[in-house]
């Protein structure tokens, strides 16, 4: 398993990392262990959570992830073997502390109920879950409006979260931070705010990267690349698009359309792209999921891609794009088919 390094911290993760979003709610207690032990025996030492899973998020079933997690390391007494990471609510969820929006005293609660769950005194990386400002992730790229935003005030709360992430890795609580669902503004103002303060740096980004949504090759990867904010790609197969199970409308038991009733990820642009991945893919004997996963972790900017899975079944594929190097041939048949389809979603 390659290694890299998260920002300029010197912690040292798997190039894969371990996603657990489903357990609580997909998966049982006993379906989350047997992937971990999974993950641990392929070598990984990274696992990625937060206090909104399982999901979808609900009072019912938010932070059953954490909890999951945490009775695995009180079994298993192996939290020293992790790097783990976690992340506070961005705002606006309705239940999460009533919906209110990331800052300094909402940090101190909802770690310390991370904390709690986990059954660990620190979390590796500490996340903000999503931009509460407003951004273009999700489905929320048509009708993104950053001209509403009052800058004022969105500085203002960025400086009370870091103010308080230094205060808490200073205590041990955290080692390193990062933000999910950013943009590259936002995070020029995380860095500008703790070099100006000497508050802690952010050492990573989790944003979803796969064929079908590439935002993050042009000014995220200028900034990535200068400032050592290190991607860490979820969503490498669309959420199960990329596999081609999806495909002509179909809903497979248990799949994650099946389960959250609904995919925004399946319109005629992203079949017609799939198809053409998949025949790609066919055309080289490769496995579709492999390639996928193998393309997002060939990519300069990415520090390590997160693969979650349903059943362990699913996760024996994900794993084994472990050990794929793409060949030339088909990163220059993966480079033409997104020219043809830039934004598929």
Not at 23 to 46: L, V, Y
Not at 94 to 102: E, I, P, Q
Not at 195 to 221: I, M, T, W
Request: hydrophobic letters at 40%; charged letters at 25%.
């Amino acid at each position: 398993m390659d290694m890299k390094t998260l920002g300029r911290t010197g912690i040292a993760v798997t190039d894969i990392c371990l996603g657990t979003m489903t357990w609580g709610s997909q998966n049982t207690q006993d379906e989350g262990h047997a992937q971990i032990a999974m993950a641990r025996d392929a070598g990984i030492n990274f696992m990625d959570t937060a206090e909104l899973y399982a999901v979808p998020g609900s009072p019912e079933t938010s932070g059953r992830t954490e909890e999951i997690i945490g009775n695995w390391f009180a079994a298993n007494n192996d939290r020293d073997k992790w790097v783990l990471a976690s992340k506070i609510g961005g705002g606006g969820n309705g239940f999460l502390r009533s919906g209110r929006r990331a800052d300094g005293p909402s940090l101190r609660e909802a770690l310390d109920g991370s904390l709690k769950r986990l059954k660990t005194d620190y979390i590796d990386l500490y996340q903000i879950h999503w931009a509460s400002r407003g951004h273009y992730h999700f489905e929320n790229y048509w009708r993104y409006a950053p001209e509403k935003q009052e800058t004022a005030d969105v500085l203002a709360n960025l400086e009370d979260m870091l103010d308080v992430l230094g205060d808490l890795v200073k205590v041990g609580k955290i080692r390193a931070i990062g933000v999910s669902n950013e943009t590259t503004w936002g995070i020029s103002q995380w860095l500008r705010i703790a070099e100006a303060k000497g508050l802690p740096r952010l050492a990573s980004v989790q944003n979803e990267y796969n064929f079908l949504r590439r935002l993050f090759d042009h000014d995220l990867a200028e900034l990535s690349h200068h400032e050592d904010v290190g991607l860490l790609a979820y969503s490498p197969l669309a959420a199960g698009m990329l596999t081609g199970k999806y495909l002509e409308g179909a809903n497979p038991k248990g799949s994650r359309k099946d389960y959250q009733k609904g995919f925004w990820r399946q319109n005629e642009f992203s079949e017609a792209a799939t198809r053409e991945y998949l025949a790609l893919a066919k055309a080289h004997g490769l496995d579709p999921a492999h390639m996928a996963i193998a393309f997002c972790r060939s990519r300069p900017f990415t520090t390590s891609t997160i693969i979650g899975a349903t059943s362990t079944e699913q996760l024996a594929v994900n794993l084994g794009a472990k050990d794929l190097t793409l060949s030339p041939d088909v990163l220059a048949g993966i480079d033409a088919i997104y020219r043809r389809h830039p934004r598929p979603l």
